[in-house]
T-cell receptor, first 114, second 114 residues
């Protein structure tokens, strides 16, 4: 079955450490996205990529980095520069263009900084 | 820039009762509008979407939503709520010419009483 796989589901990190969250999709989608979810704030866009080897900052990119070396993969690194990294992180993908805006989401990764 | 407001953070309804979740958006042109549902600790699933045409749209799981341009609203409704509908619901808006770039509201958590 096609879908989006995020790993790990739970991750604990000490302050000052970088961590990388994995996102893999087998839907053959061109576009991929990373969102951060905090209680009461909905989802906020961190980074997005519409094509391999290209990505753009979203609304809250500071302290995060991404890469898009393969169509299927869009890993997110939470760096030590991110002041408040504890959150639920969601990866999504979609077809390119005016395809209807349907995002397909992974099940999320919960990051806790100790 | 577009924005989305969901005025109700929490709503509790009895099983079998009707439901209406409110969503107001701010966007100058014709928006693309969406409702997503999220079960605890999971990703988001699309319930329904509006692009153009009939202002009353039908979605999955018996949900519907009505686009009212004069009120800048896109409220979600269900005639009879089931216990399995307990979840968090997100309204989202996209620019008409960039249908995949979504701005989400803060979400409404629905609780269902037996």
């Amino acid at each position: 079955d096609g879908g989006i796989t995020q790993s790990p589901k739970y991750l604990f990190r000490k302050e000052g450490q970088n961590v990388t969250l994995s996102c893999e999709q087998n839907l053959n989608h061109d576009a991929m996205y990373w969102y951060r979810q905090d209680p009461g704030q909905g989802l906020r866009l961190i980074y997005y990529s519409q094509i391999v080897n290209d990505f753009q900052k979203g609304d809250i990119a500071e302290g995060y980095s991404v890469s898009r070396e393969k169509k299927e993969s869009f890993p997110l690194t939470v760096t030590s520069a991110q002041k408040n990294p504890t959150a639920f992180y969601l990866c999504a993908s979609s077809r390119q263009g005016r395809s209807g805006g349907e995002l397909f989401f992974g099940e999320g990764s919960r990051l806790t900084v100790l | 820039a577009q924005s989305v407001t969901q005025p109700d953070i929490h709503i509790t309804v009895s099983e079998g009762a009707s439901l209406e979740l409110r969503c107001n958006y701010s966007y100058g042109a014709t928006p693309y509008l969406f409702w997503y549902v999220q079960s605890p600790g999971q990703g988001l699933q699309l319930l329904l979407k509006y692009f153009s045409g009939d202002t009353l749209v039908q979605g999955i799981k018996g949900f519907e939503a009505e686009f009212k341009r004069s009120q800048s609203s896109f409220n979600l409704r269900k005639p009879s709520v089931h216990w399995s509908d307990a979840a968090e619901y997100f309204c989202a808006v996209a620019k008409g010419n960039a249908g995949n770039m979504l701005t989400f509201g803060g979400g409404t958590r629905l609780m269902v009483k037996p």
